[in-house]
C-alpha cells in the first residue's frame, strides 16, 4: 500500500514506470493510500502527480524501488 498526505480534495494520479496506474482523492485530512498490485521482481519508479481543481498539476520525485 502506497500512503501519503496532499492538500484536502486533491486529485493524485499515481504513475508506475510513467504509465498512470489510478487516480485517488485526498480526503478531509489530506491523506490519500493506494493499494499497489502484485508487481514481479524488478526495478520500479511510482510517483505521484497532483491537481487541485483542474489547475496546474505537481509531480513528486520519483520513488525507486526494487522487489527481488
Known amino acids: ?3 501519503a498526505s496532499s492538500t484536502p480534495g486533491t486529485s493524485v494520479e499515481l504513475l508506475l ?3 498512470s496506474v489510478d487516480t485517488v482523492l485526498a480526503d478531509s485530512d489530506g491523506l490519500w ?3 499497489l498490485p502484485p508487481l514481479s521482481e524488478g526495478n520500479y519508479s511510482l510517483r ?3 491537481q487541485i481543481d ?3 498539476r505537481s509531480p513528486s520525485d ?3 524501488f526494487t522487489i527481488t
Open 1 to 3: 500500500i502506497v500512503s
Open 17 to 19: 514506470d510513467e504509465a
Open 33 to 35: 493510500s493506494y493499494p
Open 48 to 50: 505521484a502527480v497532483s
Open 54 to 56: 483542474g489547475g496546474a
Open 62 to 64: 520519483p520513488f525507486r
